[in-house]
C-alpha cells in the first residue's frame, strides 16, 4: 500500500536537482557533507539542510566518523513513487480511450449524417 | 532527455496528497473547483492554489466557463519522472551489488582464514 506522507516526503525530497544529484553521486559511494557541497560551490550548512530532507525521506543516512559527517544511500527504494506514477499514466491512458471513444462517436455520429 | 526544472515541478506537483486526489478525481473526468474542494471542505481559494501548481506542470488545464473554472487532465504524463525513478532503482540496485561483492569478498576472506 502507497501511504501518504511517505509520498509526501519522498516526492518532495526529489523535487530539487541538488537533492537529485546528491543521490546520483551517493550512488558511486559514500561521501562527506564537503565532498557532497563542493561541485555546488555550497556551504556546508546548506548542504546539510539538502542532506536532512533527504533522511527525512530515507533516501540518505549519514553518520558522524570523526569531525566528519558521512553521508550514504539510505532504505527508501522510491517503490511507492513509482506505484504512484504507473497508476498515474494508467488513469491518464484510460482517459484518452475515454476521449477516443467519444471522438469515435462524433465520428460515427458524422458519418450518419453525410450518409442521411 | 530529462529537464531539471520539469521534474522539479512536476515532483513538486505530486508531492501533497490534496494535489494527487484532485489527480485522480480529474482522471474520472472534467471538474468544476467548486466540485474539486468539496470532499476537501476546502475553500475555493485554497482549491485554486492546489490547481495552479498543478497547472504550472502542465498536470491540469483549466478555463473559464461562465462563472465557474472547469478543470482537466493536461499533457503532461510524468514520463520524465517515471524515467528519473527507473535511473535510481537502477542507481540503487548497483550499490547493492557493489556492496554484496564487497561482503562475498570479506566472507572469501574469512572462509581462507578459517581453512587456514
Do not use: N
Amino acid at each position: 500500500m502507497v501511504h501518504h506522507e511517505v509520498l509526501d516526503r519522498v516526492f518532495s525530497a526529489v523535487a530539487d536537482s541538488t537533492r537529485r544529484e546528491v543521490l546520483v553521486r551517493l550512488g558511486r559511494g559514500p561521501a562527506s557533507l564537503g565532498e557532497l557541497a563542493e561541485p555546488f560551490a555550497m556551504s556546508l550548512t546548506g548542504m546539510a539542510k539538502h542532506v536532512r530532507v533527504l533522511e527525512d525521506a530515507d533516501l540518505v543516512i549519514s553518520e558522524k566518523v570523526g569531525r566528519t559527517r558521512v553521508c550514504r544511500l539510505g532504505e527508501e527504494r522510491l517503490e511507492d513513487a513509482m506505484a504512484w506514477i504507473s497508476f498515474y499514466q494508467r488513469l491518464w491512458e484510460r482517459r484518452l480511450d475515454g476521449l477516443e471513444a467519444y471522438f469515435t462517436l462524433l465520428k460515427g455520429a458524422d458519418g450518419k449524417g453525410a450518409d442521411a
